[in-house]
């Protein structure tokens, strides 16, 4: 067990605890702790996961440390942060407004296609690397999720910081469709030079 998947087992502790939390919020089984006070401790332990998974990624490259349980625990980590928090979005009053059930559907589809797609390449022996509009995508799906959380437990009652969220969120969409695009199109060269 490497100090690179310890983070990585960390992260999924630390998520856990983040879905508990947002499934927590609106149903006020705590009198003494508030739906902002919620929201503000799983917006720190999802900065806490994400910056995670620099470290993680930080330790196996600097130490050698990548291994066949990381290759498979780190992206998976990734895309149940990332899904899961839009999906809890849903159930989240100030954000359920804004992060519309269908918008869900497409980050999830286009994760669960990339996923095919790369165990499918690599199943042929293909090697099928994140591209540099994957790293963007879960950058911007990051800072929004976190921004969103955010906007949730404090500013959901501006109507400034509401326009701005429901920009982010079309922001979101178009980068994680674009970027399943472009995989769409990298895969179909690869098999298709697999092929010849």
Not at 70 to 93: E, T, Y
Request: proline fraction near 3%.
């Amino acid at each position: 067990m490497t100090v690179a998947n310890k983070i990585t087992l960390g992260r999924f502790a630390v998520t856990i605890v983040y879905f508990v939390l947002l499934g927590l919020v609106g149903h006020g089984f705590f009198e003494f702790v508030n739906d902002s006070t919620l929201l503000y401790i799983a917006f720190f332990l999802f900065l806490a996961a994400v910056i995670g998974d620099g470290l993680d990624g930080y330790y196996a490259r600097k130490y050698k440390q990548e291994t066949n349980f990381g290759r498979i625990a780190d992206p998976f980590a990734d895309k149940i942060l990332i899904c899961g928090s839009f999906v809890f979005f849903l159930a989240i009053p100030p954000l359920k407004e804004i992060v519309p059930a269908w918008m869900v559907v497409v980050i999830l589809a286009r994760e669960f296609l990339v996923t095919a797609i790369r165990s499918a390449a690599e199943s042929q022996g293909i090697p099928f690397h994140a591209s540099g509009w994957g790293k963007i995508k879960m950058i911007v799906q990051s800072f929004v999720a976190a921004t969103a959380v955010f906007y949730a437990a404090h500013m959901w009652h501006v109507s400034w910081a509401t326009t701005i969220m429901q920009v982010l969120i079309w922001i979101t969409l178009g980068v994680t469709a674009i970027s399943g695009v472009l995989y769409l199109i990298e895969a179909r060269r690869l098999f298709g030079t697999k092929n010849t």
